[in-house]
């Protein structure tokens, strides 16, 4: 029971001194306590988040060491397995004949050519559209203002 100090009774009636006596302080809060306590979880949520992440990198540090050490090993593995390999043999180049540098002309594409107009524009004759396009590397329709290589005369390997 709560001790009554005899001056906080005087002049007062029974009926204030019981009522004071029911009414119930509430307890002052100390708040150092409150946020010393609050500081010290945070440090200990601190503390077991860098143990989790040291631990995490630990882990991977010694999972990272074990492929490294595989790899290695497969490697050393594979230079002792190494065996020469085949390369297919690379075709020779189609053997166009080539007419020489002075002989051979740049004629650009106009409106209704096609190689037989182009081979009777330079030879009198369409007989040698083919080796036209051949030569060109071309057999779609040409371009107006597409570039094509004309000899001045027909090749000699044409003409068999």
């Known amino acids: 029971m709560r001790k ?3 001056r906080s009774i005087e002049g007062k009636t029974v009926s204030q001194i019981e009522r004071d006596l029911r009414v119930k302080k509430s307890p002052s809060i100390d ?3 409150v946020v010393g306590g609050v500081l010290f979880v945070v440090y200990l949520c601190m503390c077991w988040f860098l143990f989790r ?3 995490l990198a630990n882990r991977l540090e010694q999972e990272n060491l074990a492929l490294k050490k595989q790899i290695q090993e497969q490697q050393q593995l594979l230079e002792s397995k190494k065996t020469p390999i085949a390369t297919p043999p690379v075709p020779a ?3 166009k004949p080539q007419p020489r540098g002075n002989e051979l ?3 650009q594409i106009q409106k ?3 190689f037989a107009t182009i081979s009777a524009k330079f030879y009198k004759t ?3 559209a083919d080796q036209l396009a051949k030569l060109n590397d071309l057999s779609g329709t040409l371009q107006i203002g597409q570039p094509v290589l004309v000899p001045r005369q027909p090749l000699e390997t044409w003409k068999k």
């Open 93 to 95: 180049p189609s053997q």
């Open 4 to 6: 009554i100090n005899s």
């Open 53 to 55: 992440q040291t631990a």
């Open 112 to 114: 209704g050519d096609n």
């Open 126 to 128: 369409e007989a040698y």
């Open 105 to 107: 002309l740049t004629y």
């Open 31 to 33: 708040w150092k306590l």
